[in-house]
């Protein structure tokens, strides 16, 4: 065969070694959407420029998306569904804004209605004194706050939930650990990609009402924590000593919620 007719018949030749009964194999790219990881991408801009985050252990359905909403809430409206971890800002003409959340502790320590009372960029933070008196020469250090930055446990931004003017000690805010998104995880209240919770920052404002849903029906399996995360997490996933984490108070220092208020259980069947 000439050299001439090997190179004209190569593309048929390496077509027919890819095929399987008969037909072609098309050979899909592997890895996330890239639109999601544009999605996700670096942020240069912020007051501590963001890298990209690596979404390539995230399920696709925990990404930032437009979806059909069926419930009644008020556009404007947040509501997080802790157990199918998902968090929807309410839109106009039956669509939500989807969120991807992690789950910690404390953000199954809340139930009901609260306001966005305050908004923070780039936050502070502060363990709990039960965290510095469990574990003194991890948190003592943190004692009078955390400065923000890449490590910040709660990210480049957080909301703060209040009921009137009390502070329920509720925070959805972003995360160091993009892992933890899709998982109930053993610490913090309600976590988001960073440039998630930088989204929803942009799209709120003060006393936006938030409808914290617990127990509702799964509309998809539970994801289990996998194995290399519970390996990073240590057994018991208890959060790796290196690594600060945010912890709420316990739940029962949270304000009641108005026992004269209606709190209707919805089914989430049809989000």
Not at 67 to 78: F, M
Not at 82 to 99: D, H, I, P, S
Not at 229 to 241: E, M, N
Request: aromatic fraction near 10%; charge should be negative.
């Amino acid at each position: 065969m000439s050299r001439r007719l090997f190179m004209v018949s190569m593309p048929a030749f390496l077509a027919a070694c890819s095929t399987t009964g008969g037909g072609l194999e098309s050979i899909a790219p592997t890895g996330p959407d890239p639109y999601y990881v544009a999605m996700y991408g670096p942020q240069p801009q912020e007051q501590f420029p963001l890298p990209a985050t690596d979404i390539s252990k995230v399920d696709e359905r925990f990404f930032r998306q437009q979806v059909d909403y069926h419930r009644y809430e008020t556009p404007g409206t947040l509501v997080v569904d802790t157990a199918n971890r998902f968090l929807y800002l309410v839109q106009e003409n039956g669509k939500a804004m989807r969120y991807g959340i992690g789950v910690g502790k404390a953000g199954l320590e809340f139930e009901g209605t609260a306001r966005v009372a305050r908004k923070a960029e780039w936050p502070r933070w502060t363990p709990t004194p039960a965290m510095i008196a469990r574990e003194p020469d991890r948190y003592g250090q943190y004692a009078g706050g955390m400065e923000p930055g890449l490590t910040n446990p709660l990210g480049p931004r957080a909301l703060y939930l209040f009921q009137g003017n009390q502070d329920t000690l509720y925070r959805i805010h972003g995360t160091s650990e993009p892992w933890s998104i899709g998982l109930a995880v053993s610490s913090g209240c309600i976590r988001l990609f960073n440039q998630d919770i930088i989204d929803l920052y942009n799209r709120i404002a003060l006393d936006t009402v938030v409808v914290v849903l617990q127990n509702e029906p799964l509309m998809y399996p539970q994801k289990e924590v996998p194995e290399w995360v519970a390996r990073q997490i240590g057994t018991g996933q208890q959060p790796a000593a290196s690594q600060p984490v945010a912890e709420a108070y316990p739940a029962e220092t949270y304000p009641p919620a108005d026992p004269g208020a209606p709190q209707p259980r919805r089914p989430a069947i049809g989000i």
